[in-house]
């Protein structure tokens, strides 16, 4: 099997006023929150946003895992609505010593590049760091971090930055090549 090499780079906010909105998308972009966990939609979210880009990690899941995953106090995931079909989405999840990490981000390959991404990635963080309301018993969020690698989609290392995200730490290893999962081969014209 080949190997590639692979880059991963940590990027956090240490303060809410750290956060650098974009403008909102033309159009009628909606973003709510998915208040039901709801293993079939999560996956579905996961698969589709990143499938063309090597998610992997998740495809292996049981039901259980993902029902134990989303119930856990403090993991939210909120989609982008683009005219009422699912465009993109973003999973937060509080750690216990007040960090929030965005787990994922991304959006369904045919809603990128029309300015949904900032727009959800800025919603997201602003819920990241209100999370502490909503979720009686989490710690106040000092800290809203993620990671993103060079497999991700080329805007989104820039999209980090211009929300003002800050890197804090890269890695760089090699990993099995795998082909991409999907959604299907050819679903999105390149």
């Not at 190997?3 to 009628?28: N, R």
């Not at 216990?96 to 963080?125: C, K, M, Q, W």
Request: aromatic share 12%; charged share 25%.
């Amino acid at each position: 099997m080949t190997s590639i090499v692979v880059t991963t780079w940590s990027l956090e906010q240490t303060a809410p006023t750290d956060l650098v909105p974009a403008a909102e998308p033309d159009g009628e972009v909606r973003i709510v929150r998915s208040e039901v966990p709801s293993p079939e939609f999560s996956r579905f979210l996961y698969a589709s946003v990143g499938g063309d880009i090597r998610w992997t990690d998740r495809l292996g899941w049981t039901y259980r895992q993902w029902q134990e995953q989303l119930d856990r106090p403090g993991v939210e995931t909120w989609v982008a609505y683009d005219r009422g079909t699912p465009a993109g989405y973003v999973e937060l999840e509080a750690q216990d010593d007040g960090n929030v990490e965005i787990v994922y981000f991304g959006l369904i390959p045919a809603f990128r590049g029309r300015r949904i991404g900032g727009h959800l990635l800025s919603y997201g963080t602003a819920r990241a760091w209100d999370l502490a309301d909503r979720w009686p018993g989490l710690k106040p969020t000092r800290r809203v971090w993620l990671h993103t690698c060079s497999k991700d989609g080329e805007y989104a290392m820039d999209n980090y930055l211009r929300r003002g995200f800050r890197l804090f730490d890269t890695r760089t290893e090699e990993e099995p090549e795998v082909p991409t999962p999907g959604p299907w081969p050819g679903a999105y014209p390149a």
